[in-house]
């Protein structure tokens, strides 16, 4: 039980649990039983593949280190990844600050000018706005928004 019990191992055993999540799914899923895959359920089976592949491709820098000509470039990259922890999580926090700053100016705003509608959206816009994105409206509410609102929003109109 020592080397399951080690978190550092959960590395090694997350693709194994996904590829085999994944594989049960394939074979026993047909369309007369794929219904019960919605809501949370389909969410997990998701979560698990994703995180499972996100594993696999960490391991696949942990071998390549083996070998001398990809060695010192995966080492290197796995150096970056390590060193920049504290920059994501700053930069989180400001996406964050910059995401509620965002979400009260569109509640300030008039109702038919909010540009926003909840916290995630506000999150995603700030995200998408510091990427240089500035053509958001149709991503968050669909094309329809566009067709519903003609006339440009000016700053004088709220």
Known sequence: MGYYGDLSNIV?????IALVQSCAYSIYMTEETDHFMSGWSATIYMFIDTFGILMMWLNTFF???IWEVPGYLARMIMEVISDMKIFFVVYC???MAFAHAFFFLSYASLKEHQFITDYWNAFRYSYLTALGEFSYTPMFYGME????FKKTVKAEDN
């Not at 090694?12 to 194994?16: A, Q, R, S």
């Open 12 to 16: 090694n055993i997350f693709p194994l």
């Open 63 to 65: 071998y390549l280190r």
């Open 93 to 95: 926090f400001f996406h």
């Open 145 to 148: 928004y566009k067709a519903k």
